[in-house]
């Protein structure tokens, strides 16, 4: 995954873990991270890329989104205090949206990262004041200073009134910095070689297709060695959640209160001849970890039913006794999920989700790579990029009883389409576009521009795969548009 996130809040009986399936709305950093704090879906909260003009922590989303957000509920009304430390949004403490004076509605203590992710040399606000940290270990390792400033608030707070903490370390974001005592670990590491590793994504949008296949030794040096450092990176995220935890029982505090653990969103390393990144709408890029601990969940489950990351908001409103229903969120609360023994019934879940991406790129040739002309960005040496503005899209991924699928459209002159049986093909290898039964296209398409304009409610509605399901063609919009892409 690309940076860890860890929640604490406090509830009022034994303590275990789950690991449920979790996906993110978009994988990249900011719409996805606007997600987590709003329970919306990107075209609800507007967030679309990593800089301000994308709306990634504007002065807009500071008037419109942040008032609404979970943390801002638990403190305004279910009566939390709440910490946060860390990576907050990437355009965070920039002079043009409030710099860092600004405090998000929300918290009551606040330790922000100006900007995106480091490890030295980094700023701080804290509470709205500047705080320069430089390159001393012992002093500034980012990681290690969010675990004693979080340490230091379970030290201090009012034990009087519920908490809330979140700690997001950049970790293991680039530069993929380990602290000291650890950058000699994991010498014989690789990434992983699955079945999609160096091969040519050949039915794949054009993007994709675009890789080099098979990549450059040097290519897979990189990467190999990438890998060694953000795994080397989590070591210091192991010794904080072990620090916070440890306190937690320390204090008297960990049997009523519920730990999450989980990221903003997943990362590639070679898959489809594809060297970093993420954005991408495959399975590597768009699922992530989640573990969660608390009252009334049973040890070592596993859970079946997929959740996404708009659902976290919701689900941390309504262990603190908040009704969500009172909220405008597309999520919905998992806690039942996780305090039953596993045997939820499915038809109380939903069955299918929306992932939602809009690509970015230069409006000039990368003088390194002019035969690529305009319109892509994040380009390696050799000359492999991994986004454009064409690379924007949508999908419907579903998790039912009966289906395991992928639907995805992109916002191209193509009308580009992937359809992917994730049951027979775990590593994505084929793309079914084309032979899939026409019937289901035009039922998943029609499903797929429902998601995109809802709101709320209206997100949760029952998939094409969910028994309470009624297609209506007369409900389809724009119907050439799915003519033209059925041909």
């Known amino acids: 995954w ?48 990593n800089t301000l003009e994308g709306n990634c922590s504007s002065v807009a989303w500071q008037k419109t989104q942040e008032p609404k957000t979970f943390p801002a509920l638990l403190q305004a ?19 043009d949206a409030g710099g860092v004076e600004h405090v998000p509605l929300g918290w009551d203590y606040w330790v922000g990262l100006d ?46 009134r519920p908490f ?13 910095t380990p602290a000291p005592q650890y950058q000699d670990r994991f ?17 794949k949008h054009w993007l994709i297709r675009q890789a080099k296949t098979p990549m450059t030794n040097s290519s897979i040096h990189f990467l190999d060695d990438t890998f060694r450092k953000r795994w080397r990176t989590l070591l210091s995220v192991d010794d904080l ?66 959740v996404q990351n708009v659902d976290l908001g919701p689900t941390i409103l309504d262990i603190a006794g908040y009704n969500v229903n009172k909220t405008s969120m597309d999520g919905m609360s998992f806690l039942p ?16 989700f929306l992932v939602e991406y809009e690509g970015e790129g230069s409006n000039v040739s990368d003088p390194a790579c002019p035969l690529l002309g305009p319109g892509v960005s994040e380009c390696f040496p050799d000359c492999v990029c991994e986004d454009s503005f064409n690379n924007t899209y949508a999908c419907v991924r579903t998790i039912a009883p009966s289906a395991n699928l992928q639907y995805c459209e992109f916002d191209d002159n193509e009308v580009f389409v992937e359809v992917y049986n994730i049951t027979a093909d775990r590593y994505q290898l ?58």
């Not at 009566?79 to 990437?90: D, E, M, V, W």
């Not at 700023?123 to 980012?142: C, P, T």
């Not at 999920?337 to 299918?352: A, K």
């Not at 969910?466 to 041909?487: A, G, I």
């Open 164 to 176: 809330f903490m979140m700690v997001s370390t950049p970790a293991p974001h680039a530069p993929w």
């Open 430 to 487: 084929s793309n079914l576009a084309k032979t899939i039964d026409q019937e289901v296209l035009e039922k998943m398409n029609h499903r797929l521009m429902m998601l995109q304009s809802c709101s709320g409610q209206a997100c949760r509605t029952p998939g094409v795969y969910d028994t309470r399901y009624r297609f209506d063609p007369s409900l389809m919009f724009s119907s050439n548009r799915l003519r033209h892409h059925l041909k």
């Open 187 to 203: 010498k014989d590491i690789k990434a992983p070689r699955d079945p999609n590793f160096n091969v040519h994504g050949k039915d």
């Open 77 to 95: 009304y279910a009566g939390y205090q709440t910490f946060f430390a860390g990576k907050y949004l990437n355009q965070y403490g920039n002079p």
């Open 115 to 160: 900007r995106n992710s480091k490890y030295y040399n980094y700023s701080l606000s804290v509470n709205g004041k500047l705080r320069r940290h430089g390159g001393n270990y012992s002093q500034d390792y980012l990681t290690d200073v969010l675990a004693n400033m979080s340490l230091d608030f379970l030290q201090y707070k009012s034990n009087y």
């Open 241 to 306: 959640v072990e620090k916070i935890v440890n306190r937690l029982e320390v204090r008297g505090e960990l049997e009523n209160t519920y730990v999450i653990f989980t990221s903003d969103n997943g990362y590639h390393t070679g898959q489809f001849s594809l060297p970093l990144d993420k954005r991408q709408l495959y399975e590597f890029d768009i699922r992530v970890p989640l573990l969660v601990r608390g009252p009334n969940i049973k040890p070592n489950q596993t859970c079946g039913l997929a």
């Open 2 to 49: 690309n940076s860890s996130i860890f929640f604490t809040i406090q509830a009022s009986l034994l303590l275990a873990v789950v690991v449920p399936v979790q996906f993110v709305a978009s994988p990249l950093c900011c719409p996805s991270r606007a997600s987590i704090l709003t329970g919306k879906y990107p075209h609800n909260h507007h967030v679309i890329n």
């Open 337 to 352: 999920v996780l305090v039953s023994d596993g045997s939820v019934n499915s038809s109380m879940w939903r069955t299918d």
